[in-house]
Structures are given as C-alpha cells and as structure tokens.
C-alpha cells in the first residue's frame, strides 16, 4: 500500500541562514522507496535582505526505521547526513517535516 503525500505536496520549510538571510524548502516531488526510506525534493529559494538570490533544487531522503537520519543527496552523488553539517533550528524544522511526511 503506497502512502498518500497529497497532503504534503504544498508544504514549506523555512530555515534561517543568518542575518537577513533565509532559505525555503518548497515541496516538489515525494517519492516513496521502500517502507523505510522516503526522498524529497524540493525547491529552494534563498532570501538575502527579501530578495530572491538563488533557487535550486535539493533532494533529500528521509530514513525511518532503526537510523532515523535525514541524508542529503548531492548531485555529485555525494550524500552527507543533515545531523553533521544544519545547524540545530534547521535540524528541527526537518526532522518535524519527517515526522509530518508518515503520519
């Protein structure tokens, strides 16, 4: 049975990223790869003073289960863990998404 992510689809994470810098994770894409593992992509807009200077997109996967961790999948291949490099506001908003998203 395939879980149902209609819900989640318009969601957002804010994040700060400084003075007067902020990051938003808008939802694009959720697909689920087994039970335990769940990948995210979003698209990213940066806000420096209220202006939009950059947007890219990110995919991260969310694994549930015994880990539990949040891996950022970097387009090089390279995947690294939220928990080492966000900062702990960051980590929250992530890890209440990741709650949020099996619910």
Do not use: W
Not at 49 to 61: A, F, G, R, V, W
Not at 68 to 80: C, E, F, H, S
């Amino acid at each position: 049975e395939r879980r149902d992510f209609s819900k989640m689809k318009n969601q957002s994470l804010v994040i700060s990223c400084g003075s007067g810098c902020a990051m938003t994770y808008n939802v694009k894409e959720i697909k689920e790869i087994n039970s335990a593992s769940i990948k995210v992509t979003f698209e990213v807009d940066m806000h420096e003073d209220e202006k939009l200077t950059e947007n890219y997109p990110e995919t991260y996967i969310f694994n549930y289960g015994n880990t539990n961790t949040i891996t950022r999948v970097n387009d090089t291949g390279k995947n690294d863990n939220i928990a080492d490099t966000f900062t702990p506001n960051a980590l929250k908003s992530f890890r209440e998404f990741a709650r949020k998203l099996i619910q």
